[in-house]
C-alpha cells in the first residue's frame, strides 16, 4: 500500500505564488511516476504536470505554460509543484497521485492518490 500526503494549499493572491508537496510512504517512491491533477468545483479533474520515475522527464497540461514545475526528491520521498504567476482560474483541489510502470497523463489510470489540498487564488 502506498500512502500519499499533499501539503502546500492555501490562498494565495493573482500573480501570487504556491508550492505543493506531496509526501509518499509505503513503498519504494523511485517505483513510481508521480503526477499532479486538480478539480474544480463543479468539473472534472484534469491533468496539470506528471513526472518520471528518475525525474528525467516532465509532461505539463496547456493550460500550465511554463507557469508551473513539477519536480522530486526521491531521497526524501516528496515530489512538488510550484505554482508561479497563479490566476483565478488554478483555483480547484490539488492531488498527487502514484503510477507504477508506464507513466501515464490519464486521471483513472493512476494506481494511488492523495486526498488533495486545497488551492484558492483571489483576484
Known amino acids: 500500500q502506498v500512502q500519499l500526503v499533499e501539503s502546500g494549499g492555501g490562498l494565495a493572491q493573482a500573480g501570487g505564488s504556491l508550492r505543493l508537496s506531496c509526501a509518499v510512504s509505503g513503498r519504494t517512491f523511485s517505483r513510481y511516476h508521480m503526477g499532479w491533477f486538480r478539480q474544480a468545483a463543479g468539473k472534472e479533474r484534469v491533468f496539470v504536470a506528471a513526472i518520471s520515475r528518475a525525474g528525467g522527464v516532465t509532461y505539463y497540461g496547456d493550460f500550465v505554460k511554463g507557469r508551473f514545475t513539477i519536480s522530486r526528491d526521491n531521497a526524501k520521498n516528496t515530489v512538488y509543484l510550484q505554482m508561479n504567476s497563479l490566476n483565478p482560474e488554478d483555483t480547484a483541489v490539488y492531488s498527487c497521485?502514484?503510477?507504477?510502470?508506464?507513466?501515464?497523463?490519464?486521471?483513472?489510470?493512476?494506481?494511488?492518490w492523495g486526498q488533495g489540498t486545497q488551492v484558492t487564488v483571489s483576484s
Open positions: 497521485a502514484a503510477k507504477n510502470f508506464d507513466m501515464s497523463l490519464v486521471p483513472d489510470r493512476q494506481d494511488y
